[in-house]
């Protein structure tokens, strides 16, 4: 989520036109021992930050070779007025908002423990043994032999005939003649998912050959013999394999991490945990709230109180407590909720005795997060409010889209498939001289059976056709033929029984989705005043220009 804020952001100066001149140079200019590609009022943006920019909005898709073929520059200049924006946020004083330092807060403590996870599993590896165990789990097919029966006497004594040795196919055929039964289903392998949930649980815990105890499927009997078990070849399902396993591990570690920590600085209060009633009337959940009792103590930090833990409880059920309490539902929890919390402060506690928060990485995550927040605050408080929108725009809007807001053109076709063209033209000419569609479809040579989904008659939109089909028919009219050779080659004469226009869609029915656009709009172009003003205002050097900063890309 932390990263989604991040690119929302950037995405957004994104649509800022980009302005101001560029210098060129070969070498770039140290700003605290940092190599910087531009300042914006005397602060520096850093080539390692404009690598990590670039990867950012890239890596999920087209990774850092694609990225290095954009235009840089034009990058680098949207970054400049995200920066400009950034600036002015904190003259203004808006990264001092409450929200805003709550909200950083929360981010910096995540990524602090997000940061010591990678730094703890970063040599955590895994045997053969344990993703072959999980890959064969994945790729386990199993072969079963069932049979359905009506009754439970009848289903019991088979079962009682098998137990005494009898001979599984043979008993189920004498049931099956005897019309006992509705049938035998033929062994076949299947992946434990596509059984029965109760089915693949037994079938999971069986050797081959064996047969199953009497199920109830609905209001019959059904029981089956284990013929074989496989573990078929599968490449991707042993990558799939080897993360799992790798996951696993990790997060076994992980945990093992964690009560390791508890053990070393956590104290529990156990008296006054398990006397805790968050359900009773006295004296009451709310009461408790205030309780500064401590439950809970974490060497060298804060304890944590009885106050704190209720909290944490009221934002684990959200809006409803009530309910929660009434349905007995927060005793329960409560140990499990005061264990979170404990989880985070040790893991918090321990990270910072590592120097995470002094690393770069973690400075500029926390930087940029926190640049995200005050962007979004100034749209909030500075650009929203002044954007006033009229329904004679909505509805100026409305007409320059109407066929954004209108539904698509659709047609009804029939049609007929040729061997050759030259029969399609025949055939075309007698439909244009007044022949009957039915009987040509019915006489007409060379014709062959169509496998076009589209010839059923049924109403299908033009742009879910094939394209060079949706050309063949384009500006054609109900009751109109036309000839289309189709990606194979095979010819073929179209019937446009119907043309259905698109139809606008009422105003009132989409005014509020023009009104988004429209605001969206708005605040894109208020940007871009601000942001002219402010780097009007300002000192701005860039020191590279855009092949330079391509080569220093990929370096």
């Avoid at 302005?19 to 914006?40: D, N, Q, W, Y």
């Avoid at 033209?425 to 019915?442: H, N, P, S, V, Y």
């Avoid at 036309?482 to 043309?499: C, H, I, L, S, T």
């Amino acid at each position: 989520m932390k990263k989604r804020i991040f690119l929302t952001v950037v995405i957004f100066a994104c649509l800022i036109m980009p302005g101001g001149g560029m210098t060129a140079g070969e070498s770039l200019p140290r700003i605290e021992g940092k190599e910087a590609v531009a300042t914006v009022n005397g602060e520096p943006i850093t080539l390692d930050e404009f690598k990590r920019h670039v990867l950012s909005l890239h890596m999920e898709t087209e990774g850092k070779e694609a990225v290095s073929r954009k235009e840089s520059s034009g990058l680098l200049e949207r970054m400049i007025n995200l920066k400009l924006i950034t600036q002015e946020g904190r003259n203004i004083g808006l990264d001092e908002l409450p929200e805003v330092e709550k909200q950083g807060k929360a981010y910096e403590s995540q990524t602090l423990r997000n940061m010591l996870f990678l730094h703890h599993v970063r040599d955590v590896k895994v045997s053969g043994n344990e993703s072959e165990k999980i890959y064969r789990d994945m790729v386990k097919e199993l072969n079963v032999e069932s049979v359905l029966v009506k009754k439970e006497e009848d289903v019991k004594l088979l079962e009682k005939e098998i137990k005494a040795g009898g001979n599984f196919d043979e008993l189920v055929k004498k049931m099956i003649e005897e019309g006992k039964a509705k049938g035998k289903e033929e062994a076949s392998y299947v992946k434990p998912k596509d059984l029965l949930p109760l089915i693949a649980e037994i079938a999971s815990k069986m050797k081959v050959g064996e047969v199953s105890p009497v199920i109830k499927v609905g209001k019959e009997f059904t029981l089956f013999k284990l013929v074989g078990v496989r573990y078929p070849e599968d490449p991707e399902a042993r990558d799939e394999a080897s993360r799992e396993a790798l996951r696993r591990k990790r997060i076994e570690s992980w945990e093992k991490f964690g009560d390791q920590l508890k053990k070393k600085y956590v104290k529990v209060n156990n008296e006054i945990l398990d006397g805790l009633d968050f359900e009773a009337k006295e004296p009451g959940f709310e009461n408790l709230r205030k309780d500064g009792r401590v439950v809970a103590e974490v060497k060298g930090e804060k304890p944590v109180s009885v106050g704190q833990l209720a909290e944490a409880i009221q934002g684990k059920f959200y809006h409803d407590i009530r309910k929660a309490i009434e349905s007995k539902k927060v005793n329960e929890k409560k140990a499990e909720i005061l264990d979170e919390i404990l989880l985070k402060k040790v893991m918090t506690k321990e990270a910072l005795r590592l120097k995470i928060d002094k690393t770069e990485d973690y400075q500029y995550r926390v930087q940029e997060h926190k640049n995200g927040l005050i962007f979004g605050s100034f749209l909030k408080r500075v650009i929203d409010p002044d954007i006033k929108i009229s329904n004679e725009e909505l509805k100026a809007h409305y007409d320059r889209q109407i066929s954004e807001y209108s539904s698509p053109e659709m047609m009804r076709i029939d049609g007929l498939t040729f061997v050759k063209m030259s029969d399609a033209e025949d055939a075309m000419g007698k439909l244009r001289k007044g022949a009957d569609f039915q009987w040509i479809k019915t006489n007409a040579p060379g014709r062959v059976d169509s496998e076009l989904p589209i010839f059923t008659g049924k109403v299908v939109t033009t742009q879910s056709m094939p394209e060079d089909m949706r050309k063949a028919v384009s500006g054609a009219t109900s009751g109109e033929y036309r000839v289309y050779a189709d990606a194979d080659g095979k010819p073929q004469v179209f019937f446009v029984m119907e043309v259905i226009p698109p139809r606008p869609k009422p105003f009132p029915s989409v005014r509020k989705d023009i009104a988004g656009k429209v605001f969206e709009e708005k605040r894109k172009q208020s940007l871009e005043l601000w942001v002219e003003k402010l780097r009007a205002a300002s000192e701005i050097r860039v020191f590279a220009k855009d092949q330079d900063l391509r080569k220093r890309l990929i370096q």
